[in-house]
């Protein structure tokens, strides 16, 4: 990777090249449970995603409580990457990374705006 001068949060941006883009595997995964992590150093939900038959089920931590209460997050659809190593939070094995933005009251997920397979790959 390559550092440019161009400046986000005090630090460089590292340019990535297209095949580092590449060997992530970003899917729609659809949110069919949702929990409180209350063992979490911040607040965070415990959720758990489907993928399709292909895929199945995966679990993942998300600090998404500013904006989103459980049960509205049922049934949303979301992206994902889901070839990450999975990650020890607390008692909690987060096994996908939801993808989200920072707004200016908390981070908004990131989803289709058609409703898709799940499972689908983004492209």
């Not at 630090?11 to 949702?34: P, W």
């Not at 965070?44 to 904006?67: H, M, R, V």
């Not at 008692?91 to 289709?112: A, T, W």
Request: glycine letters at 8%; hydrophobic letters at 45%; proline letters at 5%.
């Amino acid at each position: 990777m390559r550092k440019i001068d161009i400046l986000a949060r005090g630090g460089f941006i590292l340019m990535a090249e297209f095949k580092d883009f590449m060997k992530l595997d970003i899917r729609v995964g659809k949110i069919i449970r949702v929990e409180d992590f209350e063992t979490a150093a911040d607040p965070a939900y415990k959720l758990w995603l489907d993928f399709g038959e292909e895929i199945g089920e995966k679990k993942s931590s998300a600090q998404i409580t500013d904006l989103y209460k459980p049960e509205d997050l049922i049934e949303k659809q979301v992206l994902a990457v889901i070839n990450f190593p999975p990650k020890q939070i607390a008692d909690f094995m987060s096994e996908v990374l939801v993808l989200g933005v920072y707004g200016e009251k908390g981070v908004v997920l990131i989803e289709p705006d058609q409703e898709v397979k799940p499972g689908s790959r983004i492209g």
